[in-house]
């Protein structure tokens, strides 16, 4: 064997030994790194937002999906039998009640009037004669020149008369009524839809098609149902007067109509554990139109004067709900709270924060009871000595360093810019 092929395996393994040590050492170099920071982190203030608790009137609102209808509907139909010769009413239009819709031809039950009518002359014409005649034989009658019978029969025959003029009048009243049918009114105040007959054709009395029909959407009702566990905190707050009721826009959180609560239905549901309310809007702009559905929300109720916080700062944990406070020496302290009413933005704490206390809304990663903490801002919080957690000294050097910059820290605070999340809207 050649002195080339006994050093090869040697050098080999030597490369490989070399190789491996050079593994081992540069893991345990960077173990040691990661150790040093985070030790270092540690020793860092924990970078947090926080938000001052407010006193502020909390309203109590029950949300729901409602059906708006038409106050009013009407299907107008023809109440006498004839030819349409007019349609006075544009599809779409807005109508009073009185306004003529459309004409049907009058000329037979004109002429039926004006029969009615002359039959009742020649009948008054025909009475008149009978009390002259009347009057004549009751006074021979009483000279003895006369039947008592006779004067009696034409007083008969009077009264006969009269009730045919009563009968003759009805007729005219009737004919009259007819003659007011071939003009077709609006019976309320409302919209018009689509035209379901055109001029020309024929119509019969109570066609089931109809002309026309007519909605009334100012104002306008909107029913919804609320779960059964809500009824008493409802019909308790009904009680004591009109309940406001807001539509809502398509972003859940616009007020595009108020109106009020008018009814709550006699009997629950047994079917769906619900009960049935309506409401009244205005609906002066329009925003509402029958048969659409919109969410609704009913306030019950409004909580005054009450501490709350961004719904944010609430954490959940074995023992329940908590905040993390900062205290004044820039410490977090954990408090158990009471969470009296909640919603997607802010909590109502009746227990374990008071007014002006700060709580933190960001950045729980690293906080415990009695975590050091920086807060940040972005929740309207100043930079200070006390919310650092530096010394005078130390927060000038600080401002120094920051002054001078490094892309390093330029990095950080954009992160932590770009993971802020965005003030919180009240919820109406």
């Not at 071939?182 to 054709?201: L, Q, W």
């Not at 239905?265 to 919109?294: H, S, V």
Request: hydrophobic share 35%; glycine share 8%; proline share 5%.
């Amino acid at each position: 064997m050649s002195v080339l092929g006994r050093t090869l395996p040697i050098a080999v393994g030597a490369a490989v030994v070399a190789a491996v040590g050079a593994y081992v050492v540069y893991g345990h170099q960077q173990t040691e790194q990661k150790q040093r920071r985070a030790r270092a982190n540690q020793d860092q203030p924990a970078p947090v937002l926080v938000a001052r608790a407010n006193i502020a009137d909390v309203p109590i609102y029950l949300d729901a999906v409602g059906n708006t209808r038409a106050l009013n509907t009407v299907t107008v139909r023809p109440q006498v039998g004839g030819q349409i010769v007019k349609v006075a009413f544009k599809e779409g239009q807005d109508v009073q009640k009185g306004f003529v819709l459309a004409e049907i031809d009058p000329r037979t039950y004109q002429a039926q009037y004006d029969q009615a009518v002359a039959t009742k002359a020649k009948d008054e014409a025909t009475v008149a004669n009978a009390r002259i005649d009347l009057e004549r034989y009751t006074r021979l009658a009483a000279m003895n020149s006369g039947s008592k019978q006779q004067a009696d029969t034409q007083k008969a025959l009077v009264a006969q008369l009269e009730a045919q003029i009563q009968g003759d009048q009805a007729a005219i009243d009737n004919t009259r009524t007819m003659l007011s049918y071939t003009k077709i009114t609006s019976p309320i105040d409302g919209r018009t839809g689509i035209r379901m007959i055109d001029e020309g054709n024929l119509v019969q009395a109570n066609d089931t098609n109809g002309i026309v029909v007519i909605t009334q959407i100012k104002p306008i009702s909107v029913l919804f149902n609320l779960p059964q566990q809500q009824f008493q905190q409802v019909n308790k707050a009904f009680a004591k007067g009109p309940l406001r009721v807001d539509a809502l826009g398509p972003d859940n959180k616009t007020t595009i109509d108020q109106g009020t609560l008018q009814v709550i239905d006699n009997q629950m549901d047994q079917t769906t554990g619900t009960i049935r309310m309506k409401a009244e809007f205005p609906n002066a702009n329009l925003q509402l139109w029958p048969g659409q559905f919109i969410n609704i929300r009913v306030l019950v109720d409004t909580l005054k004067q009450v501490v709350v916080v961004p719904t944010a700062a609430v954490q959940r944990g074995p023992q329940g709900a908590f905040v993390y406070a900062v205290e004044s020496d820039s410490k977090v302290a954990v408090r158990p709270v009471t969470i009296a009413q909640q919603d997607d933005t802010r909590a109502v704490i009746s227990d374990g924060v008071k007014a002006q206390d700060r709580v933190v809304t960001t950045g729980f990663t690293r906080l415990s009871n009695g975590t050091r903490v920086a807060v940040q801002q972005g929740e309207g919080e100043q930079p200070t000595a006390e919310t650092t957690g530096q010394t005078p000294q130390r927060a000038e050097d600080g401002r120094q360093k920051r002054g001078a910059g490094t892309d390093t820290d330029g990095k950080e605070r954009r992160r932590r810019s770009e993971n802020a999340p965005a003030s919180p809207t009240t919820k109406q």
